[in-house]
């Protein structure tokens, strides 16, 4: 196996993958990138981080503003970058810092559609993280400390969203089998158990 690796970490929300993509980092001692990719992307292009929360696993095309609307957001080099921004736009900026992450090094990215933006890489394994529905409502209580109709919710709103994200970009299908190198149910295997697979398969 080459030095520099990749694992990509696609996931249900209340599935725990977050937890898992965490324990892998600290067990292989190597970065994970999630939300650090927002602030990492603003500071990179000169754009606000709140430009890229909105655009933040949406698939819409549709405008975030221009650069009279959102004339605090931006620094006088990003205005350069044109009229107004797209998502489409921020997209291709994230994916660019991805791609320089996973050539710098080993890492962990969570979400994100980074499976498929490296997906040339020559040391990329997919992984994504599936629950049962009761268990995904109870970590999120437990961990957001919110109720119940409130979990329900996100876990609907969430649902909905990720995937059209996902296939937007992708052009395969989120949470298919056939879109990852291996699928987990945290609900059968725990979390734990979901790391050690995870091990195993890439051979660590």
Known sequence: MEDKFVITIGRQIGSGGKIVAAKLGKILNIPIYDKELIYIASKESGLAPELFEKADEKSSKSVLGNIFGFA???SDSA??????????KLFDIQSKIIRELAENGSAIFVGRCADYILRDHPNIKSVFITAKLEDR?????GTM???????ESMIAATDKKRPAYYNYYTFKTWGAASSYDLCINSSVFGIEGAVRTILDFIGR
């Open 145 to 151: 400390g919110i109720s119940r109709e409130k979990a």
């Open 137 to 141: 409502i109870e970590r999120l209580c």
């Open 79 to 88: 205005a350069s970058m044109g009229a107004y921004l797209n998502n489409d």
């Open 72 to 74: 605090g957001a931006l």
